[in-house]
């Protein structure tokens, strides 16, 4: 089975900080996607990385995969409160149709 | 309107109970899941179908069943709901990209079984 660990699972700051919240396994993925997930809806993909070493940039938010293809990691710069939700990332092993989701970071932006 | 509907978007039933959760979607994908989703335990699959005449166990599927009824819609069923059974129930349709599937959820029924 494979396992992906988010770290940390918990996250407040204030408005205009960096962060930086990771996603970790023991095994190897074919591919990694970040999703985020507000109150009272499903999760929204943000994005998709494949390569090792890529790096994936949407506006304040940048994506890196691990050069192993094993780990992930979100950076948001300047964070502001619409960015507070839930940061799930999910792997795709060798059936890309079955993904393993991490259990997630929830992230508060305060004012 | 949404891609992804569910219905109902909350649920409370009594232990022993049979209820059913809807999906229908308009985005044309042949492949549909559903999910569940507790506090600390993030999302678990559930049941899988990539088109009309295809089911799948996903892993947690006891207890549960489903239907796909067409392409569009995709029903879950819990036989005799019980208390564990009570989260926050997703469903989702994909399209095939590179590197994976995309998924699209819907906005989710919250069930309580009591």
């Known amino acids: 089975t494979q396992l992906l660990e988010q770290s940390p699972q918990f996250l407040s700051i204030q408005e205009g900080e960096n962060l930086t919240v990771y996603c970790n396994s023991s095994?190897?993925?074919?591919?990694l996607q970040w999703y985020r997930q507000e109150p009272g809806e499903g999760p929204v993909l943000l994005v998709t990385?494949?390569?090792?070493?890529e790096v994936k940039k949407l506006k304040r938010l940048t994506f890196q995969f691990g050069d192993a293809r094993k780990d992930s990691s979100l950076h948001i710069t300047a964070a502001q409160p619409g960015d507070t939700g839930l940061y799930l990332c999910?792997?795709?092993?060798?059936?890309?149709?079955?993904?393993?989701f991490g259990k997630g970071t929830l992230l508060t932006v305060n004012p | 309107d949404a891609d992804v509907t569910q219905t109902p978007r909350n649920r409370i039933t009594k232990t022993g109970k049979r209820i059913m959760l809807e999906c229908s979607q308009t985005?044309?994908?042949?492949?549909m899941y559903w999910y569940r989703q507790d506090p600390g335990l993030g999302l678990r699959l559930i049941y899988y179908?990539?088109?009309?005449?295809?089911?799948n166990k996903g892993e947690i599927s006891d207890g549960y069943s489903v239907s796909r009824q067409a392409q569009a819609k995709f029903s879950l069923s819990l036989e005799s709901a019980i208390p564990n059974q009570t989260a926050l129930y997703f469903c989702?349709?994909?399209?095939?990209?590179?590197?994976?599937?995309?998924?699209?959820f819907g906005s989710g029924t919250q069930l309580s079984v009591l």
């Open positions: 989702a349709t994909s399209d095939s990209v590179r590197g994976g599937e995309k998924l699209f």
């Open positions: 095994s190897v993925f074919s591919s």
């Open positions: 990385v494949v390569t090792g070493g």
């Open positions: 999910a792997g795709a092993g060798g059936s890309n149709y079955k993904l393993t």
């Open positions: 985005k044309g994908h042949d492949r």
């Open positions: 179908s990539f088109d009309v005449k295809d089911i």
